[in-house]
């Protein structure tokens, strides 16, 4: 497994005097994903074979979320989300926050199967 650096685009639109985000894009090997994330969240994607896998972070929300996608799917294939602390330290172990983003992604794709 690889950590690799996409591209990210966020797509907006002017809605009711205010800014609407419309989706965030990721473009890899010339194929584009829609992503799951917040303004605040930090995105680490990796590549395995042909399956990419998205870590969302959210501390500020207690939020951590993995999903798989395969290329040219624009769309997760899978995908598994934590809601809370508790959640995240009972899947992940107390000390979580310590974690490569690698490891993290490994100890969550048992969730995917």
Known sequence: MEQITP???LH???ENGGTHINSLIM???GN???LYGGTKDTIHVFSQSIAL???TIS???NRLGLSAYMAPEPFPINSFSL???KDIKGTLGADWEHLSPK???QKLLTHLI
């Open 83 to 85: 809601h809370s602390a």
């Open 103 to 105: 490891i993290t992604v």
């Open 27 to 29: 473009t890899h090997k």
């Open 59 to 61: 501390k500020e929300q």
């Open 12 to 14: 907006t639109r002017q």
């Open 53 to 55: 896998y998205v870590l």
């Open 7 to 9: 591209t990210l685009k």
């Open 32 to 34: 584009s994903y829609h």
